[in-house]
């Protein structure tokens, strides 16, 4: 097969060398078949975990699918801070982080942990943080670290310098107010600000 065609090309072909259906090749990988449909078609564009998926079903070289996206789809690599987990990296594409005007030399990626921000962001989601973003843009979502504790919350400007940090389950998690020196007495500082998530809804 011809791996240096665009992606979607790529992907029906395997799915016709093996002589599946669409209809088939969604009840092997647990991908909808309208999705399916999208990714051949070429209107929508899977991720990388989608295409390791498809890829093991297809019973087609991971590398090779991966190959055919270097014009179209270029994947990158993002490593991972201040967490514990399997994944050495984060995968995303160029062209996902140019249309969210993302730059790519400030990125790390963090693991949520909790459901403090559900249903936004719920544990174990996969998130990009910009250390580079650290000024408070008052209902943005930031990893910060507030007592020597990392957390994902939303943040909002109070005056003379203070804070509030603000869970969206805000039920289970009320909100915390610091003023400025609080926020020096128990050592709160801003990591960075979330800027893509990763994770099952």
Do not use: W
């Amino acid at each position: 097969m011809n791996y240096s065609k665009p992606l979607h090309v790529a992907l029906r072909e395997a799915r016709l060398n093996i002589g599946v259906s669409q209809k088939e090749l969604s009840e092997m990988t647990g991908i909808t078949r309208a999705l399916i449909s999208k990714y051949e078609s070429g209107v929508s564009k899977p991720r990388a975990e989608t295409i390791q998926r498809l890829s093991v079903a297809l019973k087609t070289d991971l590398s090779n699918l991966l190959q055919s996206t270097e014009n179209h789809i270029p994947f990158i690599q993002i490593g991972y801070r201040h967490t514990n987990i399997d994944d050495k990296f984060f995968t995303t594409t160029i062209d996902c982080l140019r249309e969210n005007n993302i730059h790519l030399n400030t990125l790390f990626a963090y693991v949520s942990s909790g459901y403090s921000m559900s249903p936004t962001i719920i544990d174990n989601d996969k998130l990009l943080i910009d250390e580079s973003k650290t000024t408070i843009s008052d209902g943005s979502i930031y990893l910060i670290s507030h007592g020597g504790l990392l957390m994902i919350k939303r943040l909002y400007n109070l005056p003379l310098g203070g804070v509030r940090i603000v869970s969206d389950n805000a039920v289970e998690f009320p909100e915390i107010r610091l003023t400025a020196q609080e926020s020096v007495d128990q050592f709160f500082s801003i990591l960075g600000k979330v800027v893509l998530r990763q994770g099952f809804l």
